[in-house]
């Protein structure tokens, strides 16, 4: 088994900032992709941000330069820093992680952690 475990959400005022971290554990040879997606209420889950196990990251265009993504090997943890926050951007944050297991590459999702921008 897997645990993904997402901390770091919270209220923040708008032009503020926020790490978010994903924790992976369990039985795991490695990590491979590790990612960060987004939904707000009523609309559907989209991609933030991935990074790749050797440090190749890609942003959706809404980023647009106001996160990265970025991650520790050793620790198994990714990280989102998000700065210049909207108040488009709130949402429930979700972990994705592609791993490499006994057997074979499963992808697992965190529970979430909510991200609001208000003032």
């Known amino acids: 088994q897997v645990q993904l475990v997402e901390s770091g959400g919270g209220l923040v005022q708008p032009g503020g900032s926020l790490r978010l971290s994903c924790a992976a554990s369990g039985s795991i040879f490695s990590v491979e992709v590790m990612a960060w997606y987004r939904q707000a209420p009523g609309k559907q889950r989209d991609l933030v941000a991935r990074i790749t196990s050797g440090g190749t990251a890609n942003y959706a265009d809404f980023v647009n330069g106001r996160f990265t993504i970025s991650r520790d090997n050793a620790k198994k943890t990714a990280y989102l820093q998000m700065n210049s926050l909207k108040p488009e951007d709130p949402a429930i944050y979700y972990c994705?992680?592609?791993?490499?297991?006994?057997?074979?590459?499963?992808?697992?999702w965190g529970r979430g952690t909510p991200v609001t921008v208000s003032s």
């Open positions: 994705y992680c592609n791993i490499h297991q006994r057997d074979g590459r499963h992808g697992y």
